[in-house]
């Protein structure tokens, strides 16, 4: 059977991981676990040479002991013993191997300090007590395996085979257990420092990570000590907002998280903790996690021309807007989920007022009127005047909606690729229904490079260069990455055109000369027959 082999450090130490190459990937998550003698759930990433990210799996590239990966903890339970329980039940440890460890440890300290530490005695007391469980457990429930028992009774998902549109029960339930799980973790100072700058890549962590992280854009902006927000509500609000995203490939969850980032990365590239009050940074990020709650893939045109529930309900003004806007305080209305419930009346009115004003500000409809109003007040801008501050909090937002090009192109194009079903998608039903087809959204017109020069050029640098005139350190943070984005996309609508060229030509030469009439021959008495072919 071949075989992969895969050189990484750990803690600096050298390690050597091999496996089948189809081997399950949970066995290699588990392989890498174990290399890091991590718990099981703690928080595992694997680093290329360029100290980029790469994915933990069965398509890992062969690499020698000169190109070492390096694996790294990055969330840990600090209050977990070294060698506790929560380290003995990671899947596919060895324990006989563990055992070996702890002889030659032993052996070194023997001859080190002159006596073995009681320490020492009680590690091996726990080795031979989970080996005693591992031999007589009649069920292997408190390993922590689930299985996906979802009955496919919802609604199905027009994106995935097999998948509802709305996460089931079970599914959500499985990733609430892994988040609560991990919820306690210590996230290493090196990841969140990461988390607040734009290249984050988000396609490398799990939905029950990114819930860790998001609470800790909530901690780290001190929301839960300023608010007074207890870590379970959190904890639950942050799990009804995932439930409430739906399994489609770009308004989802992980987008949620993409525009939380960036906005969590933005207040801290501008300091803005020093120019606005707690309350309007809570918006902003609170705005941001909420502002595409239930999207269904379909966008306000759609819901308009198909007359949808929401276009009836909202009166065809901005009804996904209002629809995130209502869902996100449906979840604030619960006691257990509301972060908001330890606040004053006014402070919340405020809050309320905030967030509206933000996910209604994404409605793309709103665009220039927005960024006019913004350029107008530049000049003037104020920090101390609310309404200059609402503006620019719109602003915020909606830079942060449709900040992917400002991403790495390996974290920004796959996002590319999403919308991209999403939009035909929709085009398809629209032509299906006979509905107004959207003209950015054609499969049978639009390329993947022309749809983003054209929205880079005429949305994307008029917006970012407005916000960066007020904040000039953007600039290489979010204008530069952008640039680069247009010329990329730039030589690949050129490329595309000179191979349609290309093709047109060779299909010319190709194509077979027309047949001519067929030369008449005289006939014996002077008249002509034609010469048959």
Same mark, same amino acid.
């Given at each position: ?10 803690? $600096?130490?050298?390690? #050597? ?65 070294? %060698? ?68 496919? =009774? ?6 995935? /085979? ?11 339930? /499985? ?59 959190? #904890?639950?609000? %942050? ?30 590239? =501008? ?38 529930? %929401? ?48 996910? %209604? ?6 665009? =220039? ?131 349609? #060229? ?23 008495? $002077? ?7």
């Amino acid at each position: 059977m071949a075989t992969k082999i895969i050189y990484f450090t750990v803690n $600096g130490r050298p390690e #050597q991981a091999e496996f089948p190459v189809d081997c399950p990937s949970q066995d290699v998550k588990d392989l890498f676990r174990a290399a890091a003698e991590a718990g099981p759930h703690d928080i595992l990433k694997l680093y290329n040479t360029k100290g980029n990210i790469i994915n933990i799996s069965p398509q890992l590239a062969p690499n020698s002991p000169h190109s070492c990966y390096k694996l790294e903890v990055v969330a840990a339970d600090c209050n977990s013993e070294l %060698l506790g329980s929560d380290l003995i039940i990671a899947l596919g440890f060895d324990l006989s191997s563990m055992e070996k460890r702890l002889q030659s440890l032993e052996k070194r300290i023997l001859t080190e300090a002159a006596e073995t530490p009681a320490i020492v005695y009680e590690m091996k007391r726990q080795v031979e007590s989970f080996r005693e469980k591992l031999e007589s457990v009649e069920h292997l429930s408190w390993l922590g395996l689930y299985k996906d028992m979802s009955d496919g =009774t919802h609604k199905p998902s027009p994106f995935y /085979h097999k998948r509802t549109l709305r996460k089931t029960r079970e599914e959500c339930e /499985h990733v609430k257990e892994k988040f609560l799980q991990m919820s306690s973790l210590e996230v290493s100072l090196e990841v969140r420092q990461y988390l607040k700058t734009p290249t984050f890549d988000n396609w490398q962590w799990e939905d029950a990570e990114i819930m860790v992280l998001l609470q800790v854009m909530y901690t780290d902006l001190d929301f839960i000590s300023t608010f007074n927000i207890e870590l379970d509500v959190l #904890q639950q609000f %942050l799990y009804e907002l995932y439930r409430r995203y739906n399994n489609i490939p770009f308004h989802n969850f992980k987008h949620c998280f993409c525009v939380t980032q960036m906005m969590y990365g933005l207040i801290w590239l =501008t300091d803005l903790r020093s120019k606005m009050d707690s309350i309007d940074l809570l918006i902003m990020l609170t705005s941001a996690v909420c502002h595409d709650l239930d999207h269904t893939g379909y966008n306000n045109a759609y819901q308009i021309n198909a007359r949808t529930e %929401l276009a009836l309900r909202y009166n065809d003004i901005s009804p996904l807007e209002n629809h995130h806007c209502a869902v996100a305080f449906e979840i604030l209305e619960k006691t257990e989920s509301n972060i908001f419930r330890n606040l004053s009346t006014e402070q919340f009115k405020r809050i309320r007022e905030g967030i509206i004003k933000c996910i %209604l500000a994404t409605d793309m409809t709103r665009h =220039t009127e927005i960024l006019n109003k913004f350029k107008a007040l530049l000049p003037v801008f104020n920090f101390s005047n609310k309404d200059h501050r609402d503006v620019l909090m719109m602003i915020m937002i909606k830079v942060s909606d449709i900040s992917n090009e400002a991403r790495p192109m390996d974290v920004a194009e796959p996002w590319l690729d999403c919308l991209l079903q999403e939009f035909f998608n929709q085009s398809d039903m629209e032509k299906l229904e006979g509905l107004p087809v959207t003209p950015f959204m054609d499969r049978d017109k639009v390329t993947k490079p022309s749809s983003q020069t054209g929205f880079i050029r005429f949305v994307l640098f008029p917006l970012f260069t407005e916000l960066a005139n007020l904040f000039p350190c953007l600039e290489q943070h979010i204008i530069d990455p952008v640039r680069k984005a247009l010329d990329y996309y730039t030589e690949m609508e050129k490329a595309l055109e000179r191979e349609k #060229q290309n093709w047109a030509q060779s299909e010319k030469m190709v194509k077979p000369s027309t047949l001519k009439e067929p030369e008449a021959r005289p006939e014996p008495g $002077g008249t002509t027959k034609p010469v048959s072919l």
